[in-house]
T-cell receptor
Framework: GQQVMQIPQYQHVQEGEDFTTYCNSS?????IQWYKQRPGGHPVFLIQ?????EVKKQKRLTFQFGEAKKNSSLHITATQTTDVGTYFC?????????FGTGTRLKVLA | SQTIHQWPATLVQPVGSPLSLECTVE??????LYWYRQAAGRGLQLLFY??????ISSEVPQNLSASRPQDRQFILSSKKLLLSDSGFYLC??????????FGPGTRLTVT
């Protein structure tokens, strides 16, 4: 079945450094969503991308959807301690929801 | 505004005991409802989804079952828990778009 791989699995950064997580699929994705899960919490929706090559920004977060719609990335500029958590990508079809394996981010103050 | 409730928040159950987790949604009608399981430090695995009362689809074979007795109520059950059933169980809903709204989750430990 369809799988969505995320890399890296873990990332430790110093506060102020940038961070990027990548989401890759072997098949074309109809859409990609990104979620953030704080330690001990539940996933919270960040953004959805649907168009080839789409780029969206939310303050220090930049989301991209690849031209071939097989990969996506989330980039955080100048990380802060509040960015700590696990970032998941997710793709959906008709009632099919597949989450990536997640990237756990730790920010060292 | 819409809210989603789950209970209990934490649960410790012995192997072989039954399970019932409840999820309710407020502020929306005819939501799509989902049960996910997250093992410690891992991603989310979709267990069940429902598009209407009494309509349940299972994504993975297991000793769990789900029911939707009312439009905004989703229940996850098991007759006999296994050690491997331990995890963080998340209920979610969606409307016309795929965006998922998650509940606070139930942390289940099977001993």
């Amino acid at each position: 079945g369809q799988q969505v791989m995320q890399i890296p699995q873990y990332q430790h950064v110093q506060e102020g450094e940038d961070f990027t997580t990548y989401c890759n699929s072997s098949t074309t994705l109809s859409n990609i969503q990104w979620y953030k899960q704080r330690p001990g919490g539940h996933p919270v929706f960040l953004i959805q991308l649907v168009k080839s090559g789409e780029v969206k920004k939310q303050k220090r977060l930049t989301f991209q959807f690849g031209e071939a719609k097989k990969n996506s990335s989330l980039h955080i500029t100048a990380t802060q301690t509040t960015d700590v958590g696990t970032y998941f990508c997710m793709t959906s079809g008709t009632y099919k929801y597949i989450f990536g394996t997640g990237t756990r981010l730790k920010v060292l103050a | 505004s819409q809210t989603i409730h789950q209970w209990p928040a934490t649960l410790v159950q012995p192997v072989g005991s039954p399970l019932s987790l409840e999820c309710t949604v407020e502020g929306t009608s005819n939501p799509n409802l989902y049960w996910y399981r997250q093992a410690a430090g891992r991603g989310l695995q979709l267990l069940f989804y429902s598009v209407g009362i009494g309509q349940i689809s299972s994504e993975v074979p297991q000793n769990l079952s789900a029911s939707r007795p009312q439009d905004r109520q989703f229940i996850l059950s098991s007759k006999k828990l296994l050690l491997s059933d331990s995890g963080f169980y998340l209920c979610a809903w969606s409307g016309q778009t795929p965006k998922q709204y998650f509940g606070p989750g139930t942390r289940l430990t099977v001993t």
